[in-house]
């Protein structure tokens, strides 16, 4: 079964820096990659997702690359706020199978400080 | 409907008692999924329904786990004869499906069960 790896497991920035998660997945047939953000004691909630015909995606301070060759796929912050602390959650699922199963990493804690 | 609403949101119960939760996804999605998540770590799926059939159980549901999605709306997940490693979040989502295709995938603020 698929097997997706996040790191890394905390990332400390100050506001205004950028910052990088990266994961990789093990399963050739994932092709749909959402990205999770989850605040203390909350729901997870999606903050962008990438599917396997597109390379890269932007909303606004946050994007994402996949590289489908290499398996990994990565979330990029820029213009970092205190707000954006939080644990961020890849994950990997094939839209295929009629329904989609999320297999998620182990999170990255992200801490931005003023 | 303002989204995938769980009940309760804490639960503390004795080793050995039998839980209940309740899920009540959005109401116009006809895909239910739960999951567990222990500290640190992220959500893993444990089982899935259409409507009211339950398709596919994770491995790590064991024999003490049961889900019913009885009308195809609301779910429960019921654990017997509860374990400390029981202690997790169960976590609701839902979405509007067709094939392989799924609309507004949606999680609830889960269920902390906490066994002592």
């Known amino acids: 079964g698929e097997n997706v790896e996040q790191h890394p497991s905390t990332l400390s920035v100050q506001e205004g820096d950028s910052a990088v998660i990266k994961c990789t997945y093990s399963?050739?047939?994932?092709?749909?990659f959402p990205w999770y953000k989850q605040e203390l004691g909350k729901r997870p909630q999606l903050i962008i997702d990438i599917r396997s015909n597109v390379g890269e995606k932007k909303d606004q301070r946050i994007a994402v690359t996949l590289n489908k060759t290499a398996k990994h796929f990565s979330l990029h912050i820029t213009e970092t706020q205190p707000e954006d602390s939080a644990v961020y959650f890849c994950?990997?699922?094939?839209?295929?199978?009629?329904?989609?199963?999320?297999?998620f990493g182990t999170g990255t804690r992200l801490l931005v400080s003023p | 409907d303002t989204g995938v609403s769980q009940d309760p949101r804490h639960k503390i119960t004795k080793r050995g008692q039998n839980v209940t939760f309740r899920c009540d996804p959005i109401s116009e999605h006809n895909r239910l999924y739960w999951y567990r998540q222990t500290l640190g770590q992220g959500p893993e799926f444990l089982t899935y329904f259409q409507n009211e059939a339950q398709l596919e159980k994770s491995r790590l549901l064991s024999d003490r786990f049961s889900a019913e999605r009885p009308k195809g709306s609301f779910s429960t997940l019921e654990i017997q004869r509860t374990e400390q490693g029981d202690s997790a979040m169960y976590l609701c989502?839902?979405?509007?499906?067709?094939?392989?295709?799924?609309?507004?995938?949606?999680f609830g603020s889960g269920t902390r069960l906490t066994v002592v």
């Open positions: 994950a990997a699922s094939r839209l295929d199978t009629g329904f989609q199963k999320l297999v």
């Open positions: 399963d050739s047939a994932s092709n749909y």
């Open positions: 989502a839902s979405s509007l499906g067709t094939g392989g295709i799924n609309y507004g995938y949606t």
